[in-house]
T-cell receptor
C-alpha cells in the first residue's frame, strides 16, 4: 500500500493567501523530494531534502524535513495564480522512490 | 540536452488488445522508471530499469511488463488491456535511479481503453 501519505488532497485559496501541504511516512526516509505538476503537464522537480530538520527556501516556497525524517512540508507564502498545480512529495522508504498522492492547489485570482 | 521523450503521446485501444509504449531517457541516464497516473490515485510506481535489468517492481499484475535496451531506451508493454488501464503513463529517467537523483519526467502517453 501507499507508504507516503500526503494531505490535504485538495486546497482552494484566494490569491495572496498562504498554502501548506504535508507529507508523512510510516518509515524513515533517506531523503525527500518535491515535484510540481501543472495542469496537463508532467511532474517537475522542485527540491530535495536530505538532512534531519533541514529547511530550504526557494523564493516564496519553504520546504522542511522533519527531525525524525518521517515527515516533510511545503509552504507557499502569498500564493499566486502561477502556483496552481499538484504538488507531490516523494521519498525512499525502501528501494524505490515512492510518491505521495499529491495535493492539488487551486488559486482564485 | 534533450529531455525525456515518450511516444506515442496518445493511444486509443480496445479491451483485450495489447500496447507498447516507448521512452527515451536523457542522454547519460541509466535508470528509467515507469508510473501510472490516474485521477485520485496519484503516481503509482510500475517498475524501474537500470542497465537493462529490472531493479524494482510495483504492485501491478503480470500484464504489465517492460524492458530496457543497451542504449537505456525503455519500453513498457501492457497485454490484454482492461478498461481500468486507461491512464497517463509517465516515464522518468535519472542518473542512477537510487532515489537520490532527480527524476526527469517525459510528457507521458495518454492511453484510453474502450
Amino acid at each position: 500500500g501507499q507508504q507516503v501519505m500526503q494531505i490535504p488532497q485538495y486546497q482552494h485559496v484566494q490569491e495572496g493567501e498562504d498554502f501548506t501541504t504535508y507529507c508523512n511516512s510510516s518509515t524513515t526516509l533517506s531523503n525527500i523530494q518535491w515535484y510540481k505538476q501543472r495542469p496537463g503537464g508532467h511532474p517537475v522537480f522542485l527540491i530535495q531534502l536530505v538532512k534531519s530538520g533541514e529547511v530550504k527556501k526557494q523564493k516564496r516556497l519553504t520546504f522542511q524535513f522533519g527531525e525524525a525524517k518521517k515527515n516533510s512540508s511545503l509552504h507557499i507564502t502569498a500564493t499566486q495564480t502561477t502556483d496552481v498545480g499538484t504538488y507531490f512529495c516523494a521519498g525512499l522508504p525502501r528501494r524505490a522512490l515512492t510518491f505521495g498522492s499529491g495535493t492539488r492547489l487551486q488559486v482564485q485570482p | 540536452k534533450a529531455g525525456v521523450t515518450q511516444t506515442p503521446r496518445y493511444l486509443i485501444k480496445t479491451r483485450g488488445q495489447q500496447v507498447t509504449l516507448s521512452c527515451s531517457p536523457i542522454s547519460g541516464h541509466r535508470s528509467v522508471s515507469w508510473y501510472q497516473q490516474t485521477p485520485g490515485q496519484g503516481l503509482q510506481f510500475l517498475f524501474e530499469y537500470f542497465s537493462e535489468t529490472q531493479r524494482n517492481k510495483g504492485n501491478f499484475p503480470g500484464r504489465f511488463s517492460g524492458r530496457q535496451f543497451s542504449n537505456s531506451r525503455s519500453e513498457m508493454n501492457v497485454s490484454t488491456l482492461e478498461l481500468g488501464d486507461s491512464a497517463l503513463y509517465l516515464c522518468a529517467s535519472s542518473l542512477t535511479g537510487d532515489g537520490k537523483n532527480i527524476q526527469y519526467f517525459g510528457a507521458g502517453t495518454r492511453l484510453s481503453v474502450l
